[in-house]
């Protein structure tokens, strides 16, 4: 049996690579659902045996740390030294300035499953449009080929781009799954996932929409940053 000791003082927060683990599938695994609930909090919870055993749906302190092990071990989940709290300024005010820092350009945008962007920065108002629509295409022609993709050619992405003649993504087209709900994030070059930006993305998305599944939000066309410390959780 594995010897672990919490670190006092510490506050759970998803990692970039964490998040994106969250919303990159509908399958379920206890990782996956430990994270979902972690994105779903309002603030970030203190780091103890309770409030894991509440985040995971778990009765025995063992297993709780095993999974929580696992998780700081693949980089999933870290420990943060303040608390931080659910930004509460409207999505509209919010969305721009983080999808601004997810794109190496500085042109991204979240469009819904029906095809219509939510927010956008850096692509015309009509650009945006049609590649809204085009997400919500690719996702069609995703859902008909993805037995051939997943179970024949073991591809377990569903992330798609447009690629230039070196293999270098010129735009990507990345779902985000919430419960029910699925977003696409576009993105103009090469993606910066890698930062505190995306955490608080997903993290917005999450607390909004993972209850209902859908939105009822009116459309945005158009600029919250989380801080990011890292630090050890077990």
């Not at 979902?36 to 740390?65: H, R, Y």
């Not at 095993?66 to 999505?91: A, K, M, S, T």
């Not at 699925?182 to 993105?187: A, K, N, T």
Request: hydrophobic share 40%.
């Amino acid at each position: 049996m594995a010897s672990y000791k919490l670190e006092d003082g510490l506050y759970l927060y998803p990692t970039p690579a964490g998040a994106y683990y969250a919303i990159a599938s509908n399958d379920t695994d206890k990782s996956r659902q430990f994270l979902c609930t972690l994105l779903q909090q309002q603030q970030t919870p203190l780091l103890n045996i309770a409030n894991i055993k509440q985040l995971m749906n778990m009765d025995t302190e063992e297993s709780c740390l095993d999974l929580l092990y696992h998780c700081q071990r693949l980089g999933w989940v870290q420990g943060i030294n303040q608390p931080l709290h659910f930004p509460q300024e409207p999505l509209e005010k919010l969305l721009p300035g983080l999808l601004l820092k997810l794109s190496q350009t500085g042109k991204a945008l979240l469009a819904d499953n029906q095809g219509f962007y939510l927010a956008s920065n850096g692509f015309p108002h009509e650009v945006a449009e049609e590649l809204s629509a085009l997400s919500a295409e690719i996702a069609v022609v995703y859902n008909r080929r993805s037995g051939v993709l997943i179970k024949n050619l073991g591809l377990a992405s569903n992330a798609w781009a447009v690629i230039d003649v070196t293999g270098n993504s010129k735009i990507g087209f990345w779902p985000i799954m919430i419960g029910a709900q699925r977003f696409h994030l576009v993105i103009s070059g090469p993606p910066n996932f890698n930062q505190p930006e995306f955490v608080s993305l997903i993290w917005v998305l999450t607390v909004r929409y993972h209850k209902t599944g859908s939105h009822d939000e009116p459309v945005f066309t158009h600029s919250t940053k989380a801080s990011h410390r890292k630090n050890k959780t077990t």
